[in-house]
């Protein structure tokens, strides 16, 4: 199984702020790496595709970029509603596996 | 507008089978490449996916479950269900059934399984 991981576990940062998420395979698996985000009580949201691509009425703020092993996901300028959980996921191979998540919550 | 919703029991004793079963709406599963798939997390933790079935019957499994796992869809009624054997206390979770190809841009409101004797 393809293993990932994910820095920081959490993060606090400030309406405004500038935060990185990264995302690292164990084996390399090109560009097929998503990201979805997740409020408490609800079901996940995806926000990137194909390591870079943004979903569809998914806010510009959002970013992804990588490829192989390390990826990241931007958020260029944190708004009220991104306190949320995020997760990667790889869909090179069988099974599918998601990152362990990383808490961004308000400093 | 494409929606899912997952139904099933709400509490199952151990060494019970769990059977879930996906509603869903506006997509058809007999169209290429797309796949409902099944995704948990227990509560406070991440994301496990589980298993997913391909329009063409195609059928993928988490390794660490699949002695455990089967999943089926019938098409007439837009329907998959996913039953896991020989429940345990750790299988608590909340259940999500998703659609898409490899990425999952739909999701199930989600269905929380308790199991305890």
């Known amino acids: 199984d393809i293993q990932m991981t994910q820095s920081p576990s959490s993060v606090s940062a400030s309406v405004g702020d500038r935060v990185t998420i990264t995302c690292r395979a164990s084996q390399g698996i090109s560009s097929w790496l998503a990201w979805y985000q997740q409020k408490p009580g609800k079901a996940p949201n995806l926000l990137i595709y194909a390591a870079s691509s943004l979903q569809s009425g998914v806010p510009s703020r959002f970013s992804g970029s990588g490829s192989g092993t390390d990826f990241t996901l931007t958020i260029s300028s944190l708004q009220p509603e991104d306190f949320a959980t995020y997760y990667c996921q790889q869909a090179a191979s069988f099974p599918f596996t998601f990152g362990p998540g990383t808490k961004v919550d308000i400093k | ?117």
């Open chain 2, 1 to 117: 507008q494409i929606t899912l919703k997952e139904s099933g029991p709400t509490l199952v004793k151990p060494t019970q089978t769990l059977t879930l079963t996906c509603t869903f709406s506006g997509f058809s599963l007999t169209t290429g490449r797309l796949a409902v798939g099944w995704i948990r997390q227990p509560p406070g933790k991440a994301l496990e996916w589980l298993a997913l079935i391909y329009w063409d019957d195609d059928k993928r499994y988490s390794p660490s479950l699949k002695s455990r796992l089967t999943i089926t869809k019938d098409t007439s009624i837009n329907q998959v269900v996913l039953t896991m054997t020989n429940m345990d206390p750790v299988d608590t979770a909340t259940y999500y059934c998703t659609h898409g190809t490899t990425t999952w841009d739909y999701w199930g409101p989600g269905t929380l399984v308790t199991v305890s004797s």
